[in-house]
């Protein structure tokens, strides 16, 4: 959950970075001048899953909601967020805020929408993508915090589990993969390497997590919801070999890994 406070609009410089500074009043518009890395739509990508498979569902859902919500963007690299195309906001009318709505009832909260601007909801769009792609609840349990999917999965140690957690830099993420991240940290880049998934989990509760859509090159796409008040396709920076590199704005910290067929 990455949210952008649209009271009074007001965008802070910082560097070269720019901080989005609440819910129901004037957006801002886009940015494309801040920002070095630039999506490449005519690369070839790389390992996109077959069509039909179960892998490809989980991504056709995905973005059809990206395209629903006006298909906003948002561009990452080692030191610069920027927003090139800004799309529909949760609290934009009733056609997206009863969206969010179809969300929170798949984790079992039927009265919260998109006017519940401070209820994060970008773990109930992760569940509610997954069930509608036809996974059971053993192969993804449903629900409002990424932690308890998270928590699943690292416990998760049969070798039929639909998802495998991997350090972001043993693994290098492949459209279907989910990454994430965790949020709260202000001012400093939390390094991760020495601590196994689980030891993550029992100091952060407030977590993030995409659903990777493509790789192409040095930099992949991942879609998710709540971010920047919307779902939003995040274009970010990776390593020379393909692995995530975390940031302020972004702090990855484990890559699950799909094996669902392909």
């Given at each position: 959950m990455?949210?952008?406070?649209?009271?009074?609009l007001?965008?802070?410089?910082?560097?070269?970075?720019?901080?989005?500074?609440?819910?129901?009043?004037?957006?801002?518009?886009?940015?494309?001048?801040?920002?070095?890395?630039?999506?490449?739509?005519?690369?070839?990508?790389?390992?996109?899953?077959?069509?039909?498979?179960?892998?490809?569902?989980?991504?056709?859902?995905?973005?059809?909601?990206?395209d629903?919500?006006?298909?906003?963007?948002?561009?990452i690299?080692?030191?610069?967020?920027?927003?090139?195309?800004?799309?529909?906001?949760?609290?934009d009318?009733?056609?997206?805020?009863?969206?969010?709505?179809?969300?929170?009832?798949?984790?079992?909260?039927?009265?919260?929408?998109?006017?519940?601007?401070?209820?994060?909801?970008?773990?109930?769009?992760?569940?509610?993508?997954?069930?509608?792609?036809?996974?059971?609840?053993?192969?993804?349990?449903?629900?409002?915090?990424?932690?308890?999917?998270?928590?699943?999965?690292?416990?998760?140690?049969?070798?039929?589990?639909?998802?495998?957690?991997?350090?972001?830099?043993?693994?290098?993420?492949?459209?279907?993969?989910?990454?994430?991240?965790?949020?709260?940290?202000?001012?400093?880049?939390?390094?991760?390497?020495?601590?196994?998934?689980?030891?993550?989990?029992?100091?952060?509760?407030?977590?993030?997590?995409?659903?990777?859509?493509?790789?192409?090159?040095n930099?992949?796409?991942?879609?998710?919801?709540n971010?920047?008040?919307?779902?939003?396709?995040?274009?970010?920076?990776?390593?020379?070999?393909?692995?995530?590199?975390?940031?302020?704005?972004?702090?990855w910290?484990?890559?699950?890994?799909?094996?669902?067929?392909?």
């Amino acid at each position: 959950m990455f949210k952008t406070h649209r009271f009074a609009l007001t965008l802070v410089a910082i560097g070269s970075a720019f901080i989005l500074s609440g819910c129901g009043s004037k957006k801002l518009p886009p940015n494309s001048g801040s920002e070095t890395l630039k999506p490449v739509p005519d690369a070839i990508s790389s390992d996109r899953p077959r069509k039909g498979s179960r892998v490809d569902q989980i991504l056709r859902v995905a973005e059809d909601e990206w395209d629903f919500f006006g298909k906003q963007t948002v561009v990452i690299d080692d030191t610069h967020e920027s927003m090139p195309l800004v799309g529909k906001w949760e609290d934009d009318g009733e056609t997206w805020a009863n969206r969010v709505n179809v969300y929170w009832r798949s984790v079992g909260k039927p009265r919260l929408d998109g006017y519940d601007c401070k209820q994060p909801w970008s773990a109930a769009f992760i569940s509610w993508v997954m069930q509608t792609a036809g996974l059971t609840d053993s192969e993804f349990p449903p629900s409002d915090a990424h932690w308890n999917y998270i928590r699943y999965f690292a416990g998760n140690h049969q070798a039929m589990a639909a998802f495998v957690p991997h350090k972001i830099n043993d693994y290098t993420p492949r459209p279907g993969d989910l990454i994430c991240a965790t949020r709260g940290n202000s001012g400093f880049i939390p390094v991760y390497d020495a601590m196994d998934t689980g030891s993550v989990l029992m100091g952060h509760t407030k977590l993030h997590c995409d659903i990777v859509t493509d790789v192409r090159g040095n930099q992949l796409e991942a879609l998710g919801g709540n971010v920047r008040n919307s779902v939003t396709k995040s274009t970010i920076a990776t390593s020379a070999n393909g692995r995530l590199k975390p940031s302020e704005r972004r702090p990855w910290f484990v890559v699950l890994e799909n094996r669902l067929p392909r």
